[in-house]
């Protein structure tokens, strides 16, 4: 009599119901390891921001109000015709983005690389890898290596930007008042970059490559570090803390405050008397720069405006 044998390997329909089963618990699985990897780059972005922030407020220990670090105060204008360190008074053209952090390198606050978020997207954004340490020489007048660049708007194959971070716009009495290491858990001092003035719509908005760092890719998230070092994620640019009383603005009561968007800009924000930095004689007004204003401005500063820049449009 022929023996019968029972195989107890699985047969061919057991293996696609098997394979089935697997290809859909992959599917699963991976967007949920892009969430997990994602939240962990994130938090490390806040790291970074307040790490960043932390050193700026030890070194703002030895300078006088507590400044944080500000490139003016540092390459100052000449003293009695001749360029002396510490001495002279602030010159506000210096006070631009690629010199802040090029400053703060210069004097080892942090290295190059600390600067570039985790989340980073836009390819403009690189570290600087040449950074010349031997440019600082405060001797002959050098106190950072003046090659870096923070040219946001650039296209790739262009110029770089060789940070990731905005910050607080340095200019005004927003300047004058907050850029220092003695700011509450209110002020909003480094972030991650927004939209052209803060708009949330239109081409601006959506093509932004802003929108990419944090978050889903069509709406725009990030991490705030505000004075007293802590920092917050936002799905906002209005987070709860940004708040100003401006002027004449309605009627002075205390209302939301814009990220990337301040008095005077268009669109604009906080328009009425006393909400701009400069009035018609010239002479501050009570509420001048008081309004969070971040952002990277890479160009040449006055003592009360600035121009911040943003990712261009078109980067891929």
Known sequence: MQRITCHTGATLIEVITASSVGVLLLSVAVPVGHAIRVAGTTEQDAAQQQTIHAAMVRDSKGNPGERLPTPGLLNRLPYNGQQVPGEGGEDYAQNKTQNLYSACIA??????????????????????????????????????????????????????????????????????????????????????????????????????????????????????????????YTTSFYPPRSTCGCGTYNAGVVTPDNLFRCAGTTPGEFMGSGCVDVGPSGALNQWAGVDAMLGIHPWSATRYIVIPYYDSVNVP
């Open 107 to 232: 004097r080892g606050l942090f290295g190059p690389q600390i600067l570039i978020g985790a989340t980073e997207v836009n390819p403009v954004v690189e570290t600087y890898t040449a950074y010349n340490y031997n440019a600082y020489r405060p001797d002959a007048d050098s106190y950072w290596d003046p090659n870096m660049q923070a040219k946001i708007d650039a296209l790739p194959g262009t110029d770089k930007c060789h940070t990731s971070f905005a910050h607080q716009l340095l200019c005004g009495l927003r300047k004058e008042v907050h850029w220092r290491g003695t700011a509450d858990s209110n002020r909003p001092l480094i972030s991650t970059r927004g939209t052209r003035n803060g708009v949330n719509s239109g081409d601006s908005y959506v093509r932004s490559p802003t929108l990419r760092l944090h978050g889903p890719p069509d709406s725009w998230e990030g991490n705030v570090c505000y004075g007293d070092n802590h920092v917050e």
